[in-house]
């Protein structure tokens, strides 16, 4: 069965540092991976996508990247984080026709 | 633009009634819809997804309708238990590489 890890769970980082977050597929090959943050009480927000190795699709222009090194996995990260960064970052991996699946997320606050 | 959105935003049931949530989307291209739980602090969980082609599915005490004709779309769950509090959130797609997420509806189960 597939499974999908994120971590770190939560972390909390001073304006200005860097990020990084990391997520792993286990259990599939090649999936649609995806990047989304959740701000409190609010629905999820579609950051990024990737369909393949090195392949990235941008939904929002804001402070974040991210990369795809290896085939399950994909990296969020920034340079210079911003207090409007804070929130709820998930990670999920799909098919195109059969859904999405989450990770369990990591809680950013940026302070 | 498109839109997908849920009618209510919060929901209390008595444990063991029937729950009825909702969701109103607008993109008539839509061909894929799932629903997902979210427990506080958690990642989404896929509970049950349903296509175009279709009018009703079941799954274990969860059934979704989908009525293209006015394009509604609702989950039910049957004898409602303190484990079904959570948000509740429809997605829609119309095929392709991302969903469109609704806002999501908090369900409250009292004794």
């Known amino acids: 069965s597939q499974t999908i890890h994120q971590w770190p769970a939560t972390l909390v980082q001073p304006v200005g540092s860097p990020l990084s977050l990391e997520c792993t597929v286990e259990?599939?090959?090649?999936?649609?991976l995806y990047w989304y943050r959740q701000a409190a009480g609010r629905g999820l927000q579609l950051l990024f996508y990737?369909?393949?190795?090195?392949?990235i699709s941008s939904e929002v222009p804001q402070n974040l990247s991210a990369s795809r090194p290896q085939d399950r996995q994909f990296i969020l990260s920034s340079k210079k984080l911003l207090l409007s960064d804070s929130g709820f970052y998930l990670c999920?991996?799909?098919?195109?026709?059969?859904?999405?699946?989450f990770g369990p997320g990591t809680r950013l606050t940026v302070t | 633009g498109e839109s997908v959105g849920l009618h209510l935003p919060t929901l209390s049931v008595q444990e063991g009634d029937n729950s009825i949530i909702n969701c109103a989307y607008s993109?008539?291209?839509?061909?894929?819809f799932i629903w997902y739980k979210q427990e506080s602090g958690k990642g989404p969980q896929f509970i049950i997804d349903?296509?175009?082609?279709?009018d009703k599915r079941q799954g274990q005490r969860v059934t979704v309708l989908l009525n293209k004709t006015v394009k509604h779309l609702s989950l039910q769950i049957a004898a409602t238990q303190p484990g079904d509090s959570a948000v509740y959130f429809c997605?829609?797609?119309?095929?392709?590489?991302?969903?469109?997420f609704g806002k999501g509806t908090s369900l409250l189960v009292t004794p």
């Open positions: 259990g599939t090959s090649n999936p649609n």
């Open positions: 349903i296509r175009s082609n279709m």
């Open positions: 993109n008539s291209a839509s061909d894929y």
């Open positions: 990737s369909v393949g190795i090195g392949q």
């Open positions: 999920a991996w799909g098919v195109i026709g059969v859904g999405q699946y």
């Open positions: 997605a829609e797609t119309p095929g392709g590489y991302a969903l469109n």
